[in-house]
Nanobody
Framework: QVQLVESGGGLGQPGGSLRLSCAAS????????MGWYRHTPGTEREFIAD???????TYTASVKDRFTISRDGAKNTIYLQMNDLKTEDTAVYYC?????????WGRGTQVTVSS
């Protein structure tokens, strides 16, 4: 069973930065893609960014130019560098990995942006 463990959440200030990490229990290049989603109460889980096996990255419009997804194959870890944080970035952030029709999720890490 694939395990994904997120870390790096916490309290950030508006305009500040945080970096999230997601460590996978398997070789990350065995997945078609890995990415980040976020969820706030009363809303649907929202796609944030992903990176496919070839390295192509995709971002939702609200974070493009502020967030950067990256990976370290030697550590089987992906990252989400979040800059210029806004209060609306407050959410639980989830790591996702997918292979063909299968999806795996981490347990999430809380990010709170507040002054």
């Amino acid at each position: 069973q694939v395990q994904l463990v997120e870390s790096g959440g916490g309290l950030g200030q508006p305009g500040g930065s945080l970096r999230l990490s997601c460590a996978a229990s398997e070789n990350i290049f065995d997945f078609n893609a890995m990415g980040w989603y976020r969820h706030t109460p009363g809303t649907e889980r929202e796609f944030i960014a992903d990176i496919n096996v070839g390295g192509k990255t995709t971002y939702t419009a609200s974070v493009k130019d502020r967030f950067t997804i990256s990976r370290d194959g030697a550590k089987n870890t992906i990252y989400l560098q979040m800059n210029d944080l806004k209060t609306e970035d407050t959410a639980v952030y989830y790591c996702n990995a997918r292979r063909l029709r299968q999806n795996w999720w981490g347990r999430g890490t809380q990010v709170t942006v507040s002054s």
